[in-house]
């Protein structure tokens, strides 16, 4: 059981660049949740999924979208890379609604 | 509106010492309480769960208390360890909503050799 996987563990992008963080979970979790975490920050919530084909925005979803096309995978996209999206981020999962979430390591990005 | 305000941001305490982390909740209607704990450079894992009816909770050196009265939480460490270094993060659930979960910002833990 490995849980809540992301990949890439590391990524610098150039400004104006795309990429996807992948989030993987073999917990048959229904619920998945995308936060980024800036230094000495808290978690703000990008955005989350109740469910395949079903995802809604959270705090912060400008320059970001996602999508959900089987339970296991919740992959973000960032579009047009900007300095502000340097960042780490978080993918967590929980099976059903106020459970407890169990996190991926994180992707920490860096946007030059 | 919803919030979680932890004390304090940040804390210092020498090994073998205990400590206690707060957790202020405006949280309405409230369905339950976490505690996780957040090691440099990885995601944050949980620690403890509460419900409205607990009062305390233990897990190992890490106890947490919850007083839904005064919407007070703490978590106290016992006999801390260089391991205990890490981010400490309340997170208050709603019980409406198809998100439900406030985080607070985090209480950073240092031990001191």
């Known amino acids: 059981n490995a849980g809540v996987t992301q990949t890439p563990k590391f990524r610098i992008l150039k400004i104006g660049q795309s990429m996807t963080l992948q989030c993987a979970q073999d917990?048959?979790?229904?619920?998945m949740y995308w936060y980024r975490q800036d230094p000495g920050m808290g978690l703000k919530l990008i955005y989350y999924?109740?469910?395949?084909?079903?995802?809604d925005k959270g705090e912060v979803p400008n320059g970001y979208n996602v999508s959900r096309s089987t339970t296991e995978d919740f992959p973000l996209r960032l579009e047009l890379a900007a300095p502000s999206q340097t960042s780490v981020y978080f993918c967590?999962?929980?099976?059903?609604?106020?459970?407890?979430?169990?996190f991926g390591p994180g992707t920490r990005l860096t946007v030059l | 509106k919803n919030q979680v305000e932890q004390s304090p941001q940040s804390l210092i305490i020498l090994e073998g010492k205990n400590c206690t982390l707060q957790?202020?909740?405006?949280?309405?209607?409230?369905?339950?309480l976490r505690w996780y704990k957040q090691d440099t450079g990885r995601g944050p894992v949980s620690l403890t769960i509460?419900?409205?009816?607990?009062n305390t909770k233990s897990n190992g050196r890490y106890t947490a208390t919850l007083d839904a009265d005064t919407k007070q939480s703490s978590l106290h460490i016992t006999a801390s360890q260089l391991s205990d270094s890490a981010s400490y993060i309340c997170?208050?659930?709603?019980?409406?909503?198809?998100?439900?979960?406030?985080f607070g910002t985090g209480t950073r833990l240092k031990v001191l050799a």
């Open positions: 967590a999962s929980s099976y059903s609604v106020g459970d407890t979430q169990y």
């Open positions: 917990m048959n979790h229904n619920y």
């Open positions: 999924s109740v469910g395949a084909g079903i995802t």
């Open positions: 957790c202020n909740y405006t949280v309405s209607p409230f369905s339950n």
């Open positions: 509460m419900t409205f009816s607990e």
């Open positions: 997170v208050v659930s709603a019980r409406s909503g198809t998100y439900k979960y406030i």
